[in-house]
């Protein structure tokens, strides 16, 4: 069974500082890999994805994301952080189900970002 | 992304009370699903629909009974619910079910079961 795991429950950076959020999935073939950010009272809102190529991946709000097989982990990261990414970030491994009839996502149990000014 | 609507909000009931979650979707997507998102657990998926066909129930209780009637819309009709069915119910929708398309998510109906 798949499965995803972010490490960091909370996680509180200075603005203007960089960031990483750390995720590990477990998925037997190619995974495709997901970010997705959630503001209180929102849905959640992709940032980014990757299926296959390059493996640094470039997506909105100035995050991109790296895909490393061998250590089994799509980190998210940005290199200034603004108030306003004041979030909870979730990363998902997506794969076919029920003979390709659905598209399943195991979510992570997600990031919640504080930014102190 | 206000692509994806929900209704209500927020919405209050008893465990006797009968009531209906409704999603809609203005992207001209094919596919919708409903998620669960609760306090102390991750995000999970309940129903995924495919022009307009249930494809998959994620072992769903029976209290939770959706409706797909069209590809834009989506219900959630709730009955005899328990207090720890509360929580943040999303609803998404993508072109097609297919792995590789993105889902979209509405804003959630915050449901507190009394």
């Known amino acids: 069974a798949q499965s995803v795991t972010q490490p960091d429950i909370h996680i509180t950076v200075s603005e203007g500082a960089s960031l990483e959020l750390r995720c590990n999935y477990s998925?037997?073939?190619?995974?495709?890999l997901f970010w997705y950010v959630q503001s209180p009272g929102q849905g959640l809102q992709l940032l980014l994805k990757?299926?296959?190529?390059?493996?640094l991946v470039q997506g909105i709000k100035g995050f991109e994301a790296e895909f490393k097989r061998s250590q089994s982990s799509f980190n998210l990261r940005k290199p200034s952080v603004h108030w306003s990414d004041a979030a909870e970030y979730f990363c998902?491994?997506?794969?076919?189900?029920?003979?390709?009839?659905?598209?399943?996502?195991?979510f992570g149990g997600g990031t919640r970002l504080m930014v102190k000014p | 992304e206000t692509g994806v609507t929900q209704t209500p909000r927020h919405l209050v009931m008893g465990m006797t009370n009968k009531k209906s979650l409704k999603c809609e979707q203005h992207?001209?997507?094919?596919?919708m699903y409903w998620y669960k998102q609760s306090a102390k657990k991750p995000l999970e998926l309940m129903f995924v629909?495919?022009?307009?066909?249930?494809?998959e129930n994620n072992s769903v209780p029976s209290r939770f009974s959706p409706e797909c009637p069209n590809s834009s819309h989506l219900f959630l009709h709730l009955h005899t619910l328990q207090p720890e069915d509360s929580a943040l119910y999303l609803c998404?929708?993508?072109?097609?079910?297919?792995?590789?398309?993105?889902?979209?998510f509405g804003p959630g109906t915050r449901l507190t079961v009394l």
């Open positions: 998404a929708s993508s072109q097609t079910a297919g792995v590789g398309d993105t889902q979209y």
């Open positions: 998925y037997g073939a190619t995974p495709y």
């Open positions: 990757y299926f296959s190529g390059d493996t």
């Open positions: 998902a491994v997506g794969r076919p189900w029920n003979n390709n009839a659905g598209n399943m996502l195991t």
């Open positions: 992207l001209g997507h094919n596919a």
């Open positions: 629909y495919n022009f307009k066909e249930q494809t």
